[in-house]
């Protein structure tokens, strides 16, 4: 069964001019799953996120160590959900610290109602 999944998948992607946006939810993902997604996306050089939802999936704290590989490869995400994946709290302090080095990379600045993101 996951070799077809990753068929489609691969498949997919190459016949994509580019990858912007992804939702994957509600799909019970398992760790190595989100292993192998991290791994395609990355590989795609046509992919360039600016969009990630990701939640409702069984991936646990492996899980969460693997999607943060896809946040440490694409930094200019504008858009991102990771919820109700049963990672616990080694997966979410490596999710935590990515995510403070992707911030890191950019200056923000706080308006009423939103945050505008300027680069260095």
């Known amino acids: 069964m996951w070799s077809f999944f990753y068929l489609i998948f691969t498949s997919s992607l190459s016949i994509l001019p580019i990858v912007q946006k992804l939702y994957v939810c509600n799909n019970g993902l398992s760790a190595e799953a989100v292993g192998e997604l991290a791994t395609l996306l990355i590989a795609n050089t046509n992919c360039n996120l600016s969009l ?3 939640y409702n999936n069984m991936s646990g704290t492996n899980g969460a160590i693997n999607f943060s590989k896809i ?4 930094t200019d995400i504008e858009d991102l959900r990771f919820s109700a994946t049963r990672a616990g709290a080694e997966g979410c302090l490596v999710l935590a610290k990515v995510i403070v080095l992707c911030l890191m990379t950019m200056n923000i600045y706080y308006y009423r109602d939103f945050i505008k993101l300027v680069y260095w």
Do not use: G, P
């Not at 946040?71 to 694409?74: Q, V, Y």
């Open 52 to 54: 990630l939802h990701f």
């Open 71 to 74: 946040l440490d490869h694409f």
